[in-house]
């Protein structure tokens, strides 16, 4: 089983993407699906969600701090 353990570091939105279309293809593969397991995967999913969202924005600031520093020249 795997588990994503993610410091407060600047994630990579591409690894994130990766490993949540690994979590769907996991469920999509099963023909029953382990509760407990799934329930990680959930978990786990929702943090790289969370996570994602926070960076998107972090992001859109930069661009926007970028797109102020080029109007102001």
């Not at 960076?55 to 080029?70: D, G, P, S, T």
């Amino acid at each position: 089983m795997m588990i994503i353990k993610m410091a407060d570091k600047k994630i990579s939105l591409k690894e994130s993407l990766n490993t949540l279309n690994t979590i769907v293809k996991w469920f999509d593969e099963q023909e029953e699906i382990d509760i407990e397991v799934g329930l990680v995967k959930v978990k786990e999913g929702v943090e790289l969600i969370k996570k994602c969202k926070k960076r998107l924005a972090e992001v859109e600031n930069e661009f926007k701090e970028i797109q102020r520093e080029v109007e102001n020249e």
